[in-house]
């Protein structure tokens, strides 16, 4: 597949409504999240009796949260309704609890901003199933589809911190509450507007039944999975992927500031490093894969993350102390400091290896009657894998491990991860023997 080609996509009304409408949900769902942590960091104490930091992380709690309660439901819904039918339900409900936002900035609730950051929540877990498995109606061709899944992750990272970004900027700011629920509104009814010219797809299994208790839904959503080993095994892949990704997100900050002596500016570089590696990532594959799911490079995605962990661990080990803080003039007057940007660049391009030809497999191996239940079942799976990741996070750091060590010990767990999947699955390693003597003339 041509450069050409791969853009060209971004014209063609078949995908181009639906990248935005995607690209401006995770946009505005960012934007308030960060808009919120930083409000109640600020302004907690007027709010509530909680501890700052308690409330913080109940926040990103409750945004998870609606991932295990309605996920297994929302896939059903996904497979019973047409798609895109679905995307423009979630984009007016989008834009009801845009305004359910301004009324909790008015009033100044506590409840009120956490039970909006919830309702964002319920909206992303109800549009997931829905995101990823729209994607084979219109990208039907192999090539097109890596494309898509490219873009798709791409975009949805740098939404992730384009809306961290700008949700910090807006509620800092003088009337920050109201720049904040204009943002969150003007980004919901824009991507109410763009929904509108997704083309039509028919229902996948319009005679389905919808089952409500989630609990058997989600085991039975599990089994559909489990039929098919390379699905499932994909979707434990991508779902450590979202593991590894959220853990070092999590210790970026702490990074920043507390090892490498940076100001916010420094910790913003730092994360807009990372998620520009992934977005480039997600691009790479699919030019290295010349149209074809090339399943060669996930071996080599998850190789290239341990070893740009392995080697933060190695840098940062050596650290000397710092006794002053950088801005991010004086930080990049630092040769050492240089290495550090360029390990997040590349743990970030790796991470875009491996998990778009995961995503692609997953939806090109899923039949489609229940495609989307399956994909439900990867966003519970996700939700976990992350949840597990940020407790694990926390219990390194009580006991003392260093932000050095952690990132030893992330790069460990991976090659272990790898290995499991690898070993299910061997096909992804045969693959990549394939790849590496065709490309790297080995």
């Known amino acids: 597949m041509n450069e050409f080609s791969q853009f060209s996509l971004l014209t063609q009304r078949r995908f181009a409504p639906f990248f935005w409408t995607q690209f401006l949900g995770a946009f505005n769902d960012n934007v308030y999240k960060n808009a919120l942590i930083v409000y109640i960091t600020f302004q907690g ?155 039509s797809v028919p229902s996948a299994a319009p005679e389905l039944k919808i089952h409500w208790n989630i609990f058997k839904e989600t085991m039975r959503n599990l089994q559909f999975a489990k039929q098919n080993q390379t699905v499932f095994l994909s979707i434990l892949g991508i779902s450590w992927f979202w593991a590894y990704g959220g853990a070092v997100l999590t210790i970026i900050p702490g990074l920043g500031r507390d090892v490498l002596h940076g100001n916010e500016h420094v910790v913003t570089l730092l994360l807009m490093t990372f998620s520009v590696g992934i977005a480039m990532g997600g691009y790479l594959f699919s030019r290295l894969s010349a149209g074809q799911l090339e399943l060669g490079l996930v071996p080599l995605g998850s190789f290239g993350t341990t070893i740009m962990a392995i080697h933060l661990y190695w840098i940062l080990h050596g650290m000397v102390e710092s006794t002053v803080t950088y801005d991010v003039s004086t930080f990049l007057a630092q040769s050492t400091h240089w290495w550090v940007l360029l390990d997040c660049l590349l743990l970030g391009i790796f991470g875009g290896l491996y998990t778009v030809p995961l995503y692609t497999l997953l939806q090109m191996r899923s039949e489609a009657t229940v495609r989307s239940r399956i994909i439900a079942t990867n966003s519970i799976l996700n939700g976990l894998f992350m949840v597990l990741a940020a407790g694990l996070c926390a219990v390194a750091f009580a006991m003392g491990l260093t932000i050095a060590q952690l990132f030893l010990a992330i790069a460990v767990v991976n090659v272990m991860a790898a290995a499991y999947i690898f070993t299910l699955l061997p096909e992804f390693f045969a693959r990549f023997i394939v790849w590496a003597r065709l490309h790297l003339h080995l």
Not at 132 to 141: A, C, G, K, R, V
């Open 45 to 199: 104490a007027a709010l509530t009796t909680m501890k700052t930091s308690v409330m913080v992380n109940i926040c990103a709690g409750l945004f998870i949260l609606p991932f295990f309660i309605f996920a297994a439901t929302a896939g059903q819904f996904a497979d019973k309704y047409p798609k895109s039918l679905m995307v423009r339900w979630v984009k007016a409900f989008e834009v009801v609890i845009s305004g359910f936002v301004a009324l909790a900035f008015y009033f100044n609730h506590m409840f009120l901003l956490v039970f909006a950051l919830f309702l964002l929540g319920v909206q992303a877990t109800i549009f997931s199933p829905v995101k990823y498995s729209i994607l084979p109606h219109y990208l039907p061709l192999e090539h097109e589809l890596i494309a898509g899944n490219a873009w798709v992750e791409s975009g949805t990272f740098l939404a992730i911190l384009m809306g961290t970004l700008l949700g910090g900027l807006l509620i800092a700011a003088q009337n920050g509450p109201f720049l904040v629920s204009l943002a969150v509104f003007i980004l919901a009814l824009l991507g109410l507007i763009t929904s509108l010219f997704i083309p």
